[in-house]
């Protein structure tokens, strides 16, 4: 069975964490049985956007990550924190690890910043939230991501979806 660790920072988008949450636990019930979801944050309780509360199964600390097959990042609210765990260096070293090992590594929104911030998508193409005059997607070039205004790139073993404003 392929494990899964959902990365939360404080802020994290109740929303597209639930997306992984859903999709993952569905083919554990209804698919093919091969997948498994494991949640980790700095704390055993993390507080997201809006107040959602989440029991994380792991602290950072506690990972090894050689017991797990991928990674997944959703992304956060600036307003409630997100940055300031997302940016940690525990959170960006975790994210280096499961590159090292050429392990998947999915995000969405601008839980593709962290991945950039850790030096992992340094001159690898990316995308994120193109809102607001793409102020993401500026920061996400000044990390050194090669942007595609796509709403999903694949680069290597890195697999992001970026939420694309309808005009």
Known sequence: MKKVLLLLAKG???FEASVFIDVIGWNLVDGDNSTKLYTCA???EVEGSF???LNADYQ??????????????PGGFE?????EEAYHPEFLELIRHFDKQD????????GELPIAKSGVLNQRMATTYNHKESIRQNQL???????QNSPI???KTSLQVGVQRQQ
């Open 103 to 110: 392990k998947i590594i999915a995000s969405i929104c601008v």
């Open 79 to 83: 307003e409630y924190g997100f940055y």
């Open 51 to 53: 107040g959602v509360k």
């Open 12 to 14: 994290f988008e109740s």
């Open 141 to 147: 070039a000044k990390l050194g991501a090669i942007v």
């Open 42 to 44: 700095f704390k055993k």
């Open 60 to 73: 950072i600390c506690e990972v090894n990550i050689n017991e797990f097959d991928a990674l997944a990042i």
């Open 153 to 155: 790139v694949i680069d």
